[in-house]
């Protein structure tokens, strides 16, 4: 690696400050989610050589408080002449009786297989065990598109595992396991099958990434990346019941309507019971424009599942970020004037926290404008169409750079008619995760180039909107 590398990084105006990522080069999916003995371990795919996908490690942090980080060695490195030779890919960490173990997917040869590995000095360094990989095949006769990617649980004292597959002409699946051992498993049948022919609710592709299955609120949640053709498209959730070791779906539904800026989420759940997950939030820039800043790819920040009433997952960020928040703005109630933006003078930045409520017109639109230019040439709109029933980021205008994504994020939200729209937005430079009403999330990317692209306003189209209040802060970095 070049010296300088993190310096050129931390000189990127586009790099976020309160978002986890390493120093420099590549960042993908969240791994071996787990806190032990009290303290977040938080692994993650992660090239040391470079800012692109190749030669995947585990980079590994750890933190008290899910917000403040610290860089640990890294975890997993591949090993030649062994099954990870060619990239530790995704996996999960589990308490095997007080063994910090990972399950993980050794890519070797453009094939992945399950592999573990332990660790003896608290989760520091890791042993990769001698019978490696643990499943040396996929189920015969099977015909998968692909098979990689591990979630693991104990029930009744019994250990299962879902791989993550997609057979043929079918559709994407997670393929269900049990060991007593985690080192001996028993292929038992899918969890659950997807249909890449069916587009409603929502489409699933025809393989699932990263599958992650856990128990939230009464319900049973089958997390997917949705994945077809070598493109990563979703995360999604399927929502139902768990019985006789599958998943009977009831509700399913994108996890993050940024699409694949929240990819490849993991959960785990912390000591105070809460199911908690992280996303990869990944560029909207070329990859020349990533070589050249020497870094990619970030964490989402922490966010809190819970199961609303309509039965679908919501994503709240934790409310230990809350420690980030530095100087203090309120905005008291006024009335937003259709068709003319309404600059927020005393808030402005490119790293905000935001949370504001507004009343939209009967069918009219309304919204909160970022990362906007003193001329308005650069602007990133967060909206609720009241008609159309939908909360939009819309990226148009977010950047001069026309290498930049810029399309628009569109997120079903149906507001009732005593309820004003509550957004809670994070501002992290080039990342916006922004979550609506307690029931949606759009994460996205954004490259202004302008410097004076620090502006906040307010917007009302089709009838005037009233600003109930604004709270904004500064981030800590
Ligand atoms: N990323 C990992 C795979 C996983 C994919 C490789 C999802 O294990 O399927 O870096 O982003």
Request: with cysteine.
């Amino acid at each position: 690696m070049e010296t300088n590398v993190p310096q050129r990084a931390a000189a990127d105006p586009h790099r976020p400050c309160f978002h986890f990522l390493p120093p420099a080069n590549w960042l993908n999916d969240p791994n071996g989610l787990i806190q032990w003995n009290g303290e977040y371990h938080l692994f993650y795919q992660y090239n040391p050589h470079g800012p692109f996908h190749g030669t995947i490690h585990w980079g590994h942090a750890v933190s008290a408080d899910l917000v403040h980080w610290r860089h640990l060695p890294i975890a997993l490195a591949p090993d030649p002449g062994t099954a990870d030779e060619d990239g530790c890919w995704s996996g999960v960490a589990i308490d095997d009786d007080g063994v910090p173990t990972l399950i993980y997917s050794g890519n070797r040869n453009g094939a992945q297989r399950a592999c573990l590995a332990t660790s003896a000095d608290g989760l520091l360094t890791w042993q990769k065990d001698a019978g490696n990989p643990v499943i040396a095949e996929p189920p015969p006769d099977m015909h998968l598109v692909a098979y990689r990617d591990h979630s693991v649980w104990r029930e009744d004292g019994v250990w299962y595992q879902l791989i993550g597959a997609g057979i043929e002409s079918q559709g994407g699946t997670a393929l269900l396991y049990r060991s007593a051992d985690l080192r001996e498993w028993e292929y038992l049948h899918p969890l659950l099958m997807g249909d890449v022919h069916r587009y409603t609710p929502i489409w699933t592709g025809s393989m699932w990434e990263c599958p992650d299955f856990f128990a939230l609120d009464g319900r049973h949640v089958l997390s997917i990346s949705v994945w077809d053709n070598d493109h990563l498209h979703y995360s999604a959730a399927m929502v139902g019941s768990y019985r006789d070791q599958r998943l009977v779906p009831e509700v399913e539904h994108k996890l993050d309507y940024g699409d694949r800026y929240f990819y490849a989420p993991q959960s785990f759940s912390d000591a105070e019971g809460r199911r908690i997950m992280f996303g990869w939030v990944q560029e909207g820039r070329s990859a020349e424009a990533q070589l050249a800043c020497g870094w990619s790819g970030v964490m989402s920040l922490p966010r809190v599942l819970t199961l609303g009433p309509d039965g679908r997952v919501g994503m709240q960020p934790a409310p230990e970020l809350a420690a980030l928040r530095a100087e203090h703005t309120h905005t008291p109630a006024i009335d937003i004037p259709a068709g003319q933006p309404v600059v927020v003078a005393d808030v402005s930045g490119d790293t905000l926290e935001l949370v504001v409520e507004l009343v939209p017109a009967r069918a009219g639109r309304c919204g909160i404008v970022v990362r906007r230019s003193s001329d308005g040439a650069e602007q990133t709109l967060i909206t609720y169409d009241a008609a159309l029933h939908q909360l939009i980021v819309d990226r148009t205008h977010a950047s001069l750079d026309v290498a930049t994504d810029r399309n628009l994020h569109v997120a079903p939200l149906t507001l009732r008619s005593d309820e004003p729209l509550r957004l809670h937005i994070f501002l992290d430079r080039s990342v916006l995760e922004v979550f609506a009403n307690e029931r949606i999330s759009i994460t996205s990317r954004i490259y202004p180039t302008r410097a004076d692209s620090v502006g906040v306003a307010l917007l009302a189209e089709h009838g005037e909107a009233r600003l109930n209040v604004l709270d904004a802060w500064q981030m800590r970095a």
